[in-house]
């Protein structure tokens, strides 16, 4: 017994001597942890206070909504037309000399200070008028009104024209005779990519004159750079960020005709989950979805809407002119991920959007879609 407790106090000592040593080095690791996680937290902080910064402000390039809404509701009160039958067809963003946004009225004291904001350009299809505001909207200014649109390009060369037309035509799938050159603005290029160079290009550094042109075909609108004669033409994509230009989807890509009885069909596939589902709209009103590859069909789900629904949804497809958008896609801009994609089918024709970009689909088409959304939300 007296050995046996002799030993465990040799042991229980040992243990106790090791555990300090123990204690001492993580206290010592752990004392270098914290200064070294002080040192790097400090300069994380800085960096993702940064992102944050870049994230709560609207993408650059991109006019925010408040902004839109003041400019629009300004010039309607101004001219008693309403905001509907006014279109936004430019933006860029500056930075104004003076508190007067570079606008002042006679014997007006404007403060000298820098003031970044933007110039938009708002067009009710015969006219525009151009506005100078700061960068929230709560300051603007009626810069240029009742500019004739169809006097902005009077100086554009023709063969600028000709290659930005062109350009456009492809692009948008539509036929030169039904775009328009809406803005067009000379411009001294920094580089020979016209501003607009691509991952990785390499660019010659010298200065190119040439042409800012903005085309307008239906909803959409499209800014151009060029060189001085068209030879050299770069969509300037960013500038494109708040109108999707569609492309054709391919021959080979295209989901079969619907069915007989089948009035309408939406597939959607991707996600995070990845699945593909497939809902159809029948004339007796039955909605039937399924998840594509369920071997077992255990997703099927059916529900109804009436008769007089479907007849009307009908209506509000030949309303909202779906067929105008007859086998074209509007994709997601690169480098996202995680979308749905949405390709929608009805008897005149099939046309693809995604979730992330479908509050920038042309008006006509974003009516389609919430008559189609209001529906199947309707079922039961």
């Known amino acids: 017994m007296k050995f046996m407790l002799k030993k465990y106090f040799n042991t229980n000592q040992t243990r106790i001597f090791t555990a300090l040593i123990l204690t001492g080095i993580l206290s010592v690791a752990s004392s270098l942890t914290l200064i070294k996680g002080a040192t790097g937290a400090s300069a994380n902080f800085s960096l993702e206070t940064s992102n944050e910064v870049l994230k709560d402000n609207i993408k650059p390039n991109r006019l925010p909504r408040p902004v839109a809404n003041a400019v629009l509701q300004d010039l309607a009160r101004k001219q008693g037309i309403l905001t509907r039958e006014l279109q936004i067809i430019d933006s860029n963003q500056q930075t104004w000399r003076n508190g007067c946004l570079e606008q002042a009225q006679a014997d007006e004291l404007c403060t000298q200070t820098l003031v970044p904001g933007w110039q938009?350009?708002?067009?009710?299809?015969?006219?525009?008028?151009?506005?100078?505001?700061?960068?929230?909207?709560?300051?603007?200014?009626?810069?240029?009104?009742?500019?004739?649109?169809?006097?902005?390009?009077?100086?554009?060369?023709?063969s600028v024209k000709n290659a930005v037309l062109q350009?456009?035509?492809?692009?948008?799938?539509?036929?030169?005779?039904?775009?328009?050159?809406?803005?067009?603005?000379?411009?001294?290029?920094?580089?020979?990519?016209?501003?607009?160079?691509?991952?990785?290009?390499?660019?010659?550094?010298?200065?190119?004159?040439?042409?800012?042109?903005?085309?307008?075909?239906?909803?959409?609108?499209?800014?151009?750079?060029?060189?001085?004669?068209?030879?050299?033409?770069?969509?300037?994509?960013?500038?494109?960020?708040?109108?999707?230009?569609?492309?054709?989807?391919?021959?080979?890509?295209?989901?079969?005709?619907?069915?007989?009885?089948?009035?309408?069909?939406?597939?959607?596939?991707?996600?995070?989950?990845?699945?593909?589902?497939?809902?159809?709209?029948?004339?007796?009103?039955?909605?039937?979805?399924?998840?594509?590859?369920?071997?077992?069909?255990?997703?099927?789900?059916?529900?109804?809407?009436?008769?007089q629904q479907v007849q009307q949804f009908v209506r509000s497809l030949k309303r909202s002119k779906f067929s105008k958008f007859k086998n074209l896609s509007y994709p997601a801009p690169s480098g996202s991920a995680d979308y749905i994609t949405y390709t929608l089918t009805s008897l005149e024709g099939t046309v693809q959007y995604n979730d992330i970009s479908q509050n920038n689909l042309p008006k006509n088409l974003q009516t389609a879609v919430k008559a189609w959304n209001q529906l199947t939300a309707s079922a039961q």
């Open 167 to 307: 350009a456009a035509s492809r692009r948008l799938q539509q036929p030169i005779s039904q775009l328009t050159i809406i803005q067009a603005q000379q411009q001294t290029w920094k580089d020979g990519c016209l501003e607009l160079a691509k991952a990785d290009e390499f660019c010659t550094q010298a200065l190119v004159s040439g042409w800012r042109v903005v085309v307008g075909g239906g909803e959409q609108t499209l800014v151009y750079h060029t060189n001085q004669t068209g030879s050299a033409v770069r969509l300037n994509e960013k500038a494109n960020e708040g109108t999707l230009a569609p492309v054709q989807i391919p021959v080979s890509e295209l989901p079969p005709p619907l069915d007989r009885g089948i009035v309408f069909r939406q597939i959607s596939s991707g996600g995070f989950a990845g699945r593909t589902y497939e809902t159809v709209l029948l004339k007796d009103g039955r909605l039937i979805r399924v998840r594509i590859g369920d071997a077992n069909d255990s997703e099927r789900s059916v529900r109804r809407v009436s008769v």
């Open 120 to 158: 938009i350009v708002v067009s009710n299809g015969k006219q525009n008028w151009i506005y100078h505001t700061n960068n929230n909207g709560r300051s603007l200014r009626l810069a240029s009104a009742n500019t004739p649109s169809e006097n902005l390009s009077d100086k554009l060369p023709t």
